[in-house]
DNA sequence: GAGAAGTCGTGATTATTTTCACAATTAGTA
DNA sequence: TACTAATTGTGAAAATAATCACGACTTCTC
């Protein structure tokens, strides 16, 4: 709503900025500066401060930042106070091992309820949260807005439809299905195969150095 | 070594146009243009016309492309003949989820083993691929150059630093840590938990109409 | 308190990527 | 064959992102 020319390379990075400050202040460290945090995020030490800065002069010239300050900014500004709510679609490997991770700890996100077609599963809990059948979507999901389909590809679209029918904003896709949404609806997008084909081919054709 | 000048973005969508055209193929379909590839794949038409340029003419005009000879040029530029072998690290349920993927059928790599520090995992086998135990690394792993991380992140800088002592080229790392490598070793990173959080972050602070 | 060392914030530059827009060419049709 | 509709490939423009480089300010040390 306000901050809305913060370059989108920019937003992708604001939650490692996050999770590392997080990490710096458990270790009780008080102070950073932004060529610390280029080492250990793997991000230029302009571009770190550079990123920053469309958010106002955080930093102290001749010091650095202050850990605190900056993890309160960044906690109002990445709406970690706010908590969303998240529905998970396929309990697999891949989808267990979202119930298991602990989203909450060092984030906004909450997984409130999955979905599964394998009566073996509806019924059961994974990591505190219950497994529903398919067919309930409509009538357990109310405010969930946010989904994450860990299904089969040829499941995709028909989950895709109910969902949007539903009144679903955003989507993380792991299938390796393109889906089809309304524009108001985002989509993000990852193919778990296409990462390990993309490196293979990065390997080969552009020989490192930098 | 050749292509050297094809940008990167260009590079990362070759996969996902490769299994497009393969699902076309499948589907008996002979044509496809560039604007059909774009409703397919959510990526601009004319990006995908500039993409493809890069190797030359492939397309004819007024026509479109051929999506046999397409997926023959890709088969080669992408390597799909060569196979990389790869090692999985962690099998956990992520890890897990990639053991039971089969990579093979419309790709380049195959994952020949993996490694965990769990006794009872160790030995047996997961759709095919065999577990070793993390401490016979550098035993088993021989030619393997390309290795995905699935564990824990406490052990991504010392299961790190074996496998650069053994040689490796490319890591896909899962892990929520950066791992730091010398220069000449590549390194995709991948944090489940981050790319949830931006697509949050997307949704409150860039409400679309695109 | 003065000088040295460190570090930010940012104007300017460069690099990369996307998009527009249209001439050229082809397939299809009558 | 001649006309129409479709679609590529690409020069040029625009948009986005990364990087350089330095003035200004802060902390630290003696």
Redesign the pocket.
């Known amino acids: 709503m306000d901050q809305n020319k913060?370059?989108?390379?920019?937003?992708?990075?604001l939650p490692l900025y996050y999770r590392f400050l997080n990490n710096l202040q458990h270790q009780g460290k008080s102070?950073?500066?932004?060529?610390?945090?280029s080492d250990a995020v793997k991000?230029?030490?302009?571009?770190?401060?550079?990123?920053?800065?469309y958010f106002?002069?955080?930093?102290?010239?001749?010091?650095?930042?202050n850990v605190e300050y900056l993890l309160g900014f960044f906690r109002k500004t990445l709406d970690q106070d706010e908590l969303t709510e998240v529905a998970l679609f396929g309990v697999g490997n891949l989808g267990t091992a979202f119930l298991h991770y602990n989203f909450v700890k060092n984030n906004n996100t909450k997984i409130m309820m999955a979905f599964d077609a394998d009566p073996d599963k509806v019924g059961t809990e994974i990591g505190g949260i219950p497994i529903y059948h398919i067919d309930d979507l409509e009538e357990k999901m109310k405010d969930v807005k946010v989904a994450i389909l860990t299904i089969p590809a040829s499941e995709a679209d028909s989950v895709t439809e109910r969902l949007v029918e539903q009144g679903i904003e955003g989507i993380l896709n792991f299938t390796p299905a393109r889906i089809t949404v309304p524009d108001h609806v985002r989509v993000h997008h990852i193919d778990l195969a296409v990462e390990l084909q993309a490196l293979v081919y990065f390997l080969k054709h552009y020989p490192l150095d930098k």
Not at 6 to 13: D, E, N, S, V
Not at 31 to 37: D, F, G, M, T, W
């Open positions: 913060i370059p989108q390379a920019t937003a992708k990075r102070r950073v500066s932004s060529k610390e945090l991000v230029d030490s302009a571009t770190i401060r550079r990123d920053f800065s106002g002069a955080l930093g102290k010239k001749g010091y650095g930042y």
